[in-house]
C-alpha cells in the first residue's frame, strides 16, 4: 500500500485542481426551519465534488468536515493552490475513489468558508449576521446539505462519512433520512457530546467572549477577537493530540531564547500552541467559532431514548472507527455507537487503531483507514451493481 | 473505618482553631540565591503548625500544598472561619495524627497566601513585585521552606507529604536535602512535567495574559484580569476531574434557563465552571498563577540524569500513591516515580487507587488515602522509636 506520502507526492492520485461552487436555495422553500423553531434563508452552501456521478446515481458519497473544516476536501484549489484537508484519503485509488465514486463535500451552515453562517449578510440589515444568525444544531446543518443532494437530484447517497463532528453529521443523517444513506462510516465520533466535550467547548467560547474586542459578536468590519479565538484554539489543539503524540513531538525541549521576557515560552510546545492559535486567527471566524462549538454541545442522537431505539429499523451498513489515543472523542463512545447498532441488529463493523496521534488520528492515519475504507465500500458496491 | 463525613463533622478529631503564623528571614542570609542566578529578600513565609513536637524533634510532618493551596490546611482559621483543605486527614487520630506528630505546612514562595510572591512589596521601590518578581523553580521554593524547617530546629523530617505540585516539593527535598527526609509521600504527581501538562498550563497563562487588565503584570490597585484568571481556573477545573466523575455529577442535564442570551450556560456543567472560575477570582492573583504555573512547568528532577541515578544513595523510605482516572497526572508518571526508587534500591511502597475523581482523588479519597498513610507512617515510627 502507498504511504501517505506518496497519495501527496504523486500527482496521478489527485483529482488536480478544483474549484468551490456554491448553491444557494433558490425556489421556494427558500429558507430553513431550524430545530429551534427559527428560520433561516436564503442558504448558500460551499461544496466540492470530485469524479462522477454514475448513470443510475447510485455511487454517491457524502463527506462531512469536522469543526474547522470547510467543502475543499481533495485536490487542488485553483484559487490559493490549497490542497483538500483530506486529500490523501479522496482521490484516483485512494479510500474514496473518484474512478469509482462520485465524492460531495459541503461546507456546514454556521461556518465561515463559504456557507450562511454568522459572518454573512443578514437580508433584512444587510450587515453581518453576527449574534442575530439563529442557533443551529447538527439536524440543522443536515437538513441543509439534505438540500444540496436534492438539488444534485440523487436519491440516494451511497456513503456517508466523517471524522470528528463530521461523524456525528454522518449519523445524524442515518437518523433523518435513513432511506437516503446506503452506508455510513462514523470515524472518531460519538452518540452525543459528554460533559467534559461540552467543558473544552464552553471554555473555547468564553475565551472569545472575554476578549473585550468581541463587542457581543459585533466585530466584523472591526478589529476581531483574535487573542480570543486565538487561545480557543491552542485549548482546541491540545485536546486533539494526544499525551504521548506531544511528548513525540516535543518532548521538553526549550526553545531558542532570544526575548528576556519572563513568560514568552520557554518550551516547543508552548511556541507551537501559539503559532497555531495565530495562525488560526486569519482563517476561521469567532462567531462561526461559538455557533458550531455550540450545535456540538446540543448533539445527542440518544436523548430519551434507549440505546436499542437509537437505530431501529435502520438498512444502513455501518463501518466504525476509532482510535486508542483518542481522549477527546475516547474509545467507550464508538463502542456506544457499535452497542446500539448491534442491538437493533444493524449490519456493523467496528475497528479500533492503534495509534498515537490522539484525536488528530482520523486526518493522520491514511494507511489504516483507507485500508478499511476501500474493502467496506467495494464490497456493499459489488453487491449492488451485481 | 470513619467517612470523610464524620472526619469533619466530630470536632474531636480537629485541630480546632488555629492561627496562620509568619516567619520572615531576619538574620542572614536575609535572601535567598534563586536557581535562575537572581537574589529574592527578605522572604516571609506564612506557615502553620499542628500538635507538638516532641523533645527528640522525630516526630515533625512537612505537608506541602499543591498549586493554588495555602498554609492552612486543617482546623478552622480563627480570622475568617475556613476550614483547611486537607481537614480530612490532618488531626487527632487522622490520617497525619496530632496527637503523635507535629505537623507543618506553609504557604509556597511565589504565592498569594502569606508568603513573600508577586503581589507582597518590593523593598526596592515599595510597590508590588509584579514581574519585577524573580522566576522561580520548585528547588526554590523547597530552599525557602528549609530556612524555616531550619528556624523551627527540626534536623530531620520525619516525613513530607504532598499530592500534585505538593508531590513535586516532596521529591525535591529528598533530592535537595536527602539527609533531612526519613519518608516521603508523592501523591499523584511527576518527576517532571510532561508537554501536555507544560501545554494546559501554557493556555492558563495565555488566557491571562491575554486580558488587557492584565497590564503586562501591573494591575495591583487597579481593576485585576478577572475574566483571564477566571478562564485559566475553568481550564484547570476540567483536567483536575475525571471525563466520568464530569458524567457523574453533571451529565447533559440543562440548567434553568433564564436569560435568552445564546451563549449563556445551558448546561450545568458550564455554569458550573464558569462559577468556580468567578470565585477563584476573590481568592487567587493572576500574576502568582503565572510564577507557579512555570514553577511547575520547570520541574524536572531527571533532566539529564539516568532514571537510576535520580535517588542514588537515597535512605528515605518512599510511599508513592496514584489514582487510575487522573489523566493530568497519570499513572505511568507515578510508576516511573516508583522504578527510579527500585532501580536506586530504595524501600518503596506503591498504591494505586482504584478513583473516578480524576486528579482531584488526592484531595478527596480519604478513606484509602488514610487507610495507607497511617500504616506507613506508624510502621516507620514505631523502628525509630524502638
Redesign the interface.
Known sequence: MNSTKNFVQNENLSVGYVETQYYTFAKPPNELKLDSGEKLGPITLAYETYGKLNKNKTNAILLCHAFSGDAHVAGINKDDGSIGWWDAMVGPKKAFDTEKFFVICSNIIGGCKGSTGPSSLNPKTKKPYA?DFP?ITVKDIVNAQKCLIDYLEIEKLFSIAGGSMGGMQALQWVVSYPDMVRSVIPIATTL?????Q???N??G???I????NWNNGDYYGKTIPS??L??AR??G??TY?S?IS??E????KIKEKKQVF??E???E??GY??YR?DSFVKRFDANSY?YIT?AM??F?LLGEKKLNEVFKNIKTKFLVIAFKSD?LY?LYQSHEIVKACKMADVDTTFCEIESTYGHDAFLLEVEEETHLIKHFLNKIYSEIEE
Open positions: 449574534l442557533v452525543k457530546h459528554s460533559p467534559q461540552i467543558a473544552f464552553e471554555v467560547r468564553q475565551a467572549m472575554s476578549d473585550h487573542k480570543g486565538a487561545l491552542m485549548i489543539h491540545i493530540m499525551d506531544m511528548k513531538k516535543f518532548g521538553r519572563k513568560f515560552p520557554d518550551f510546545v508552548e500552541l501559539r492559535g461559538l455550540k454541545d446540543y445527542d481522549w475516547p
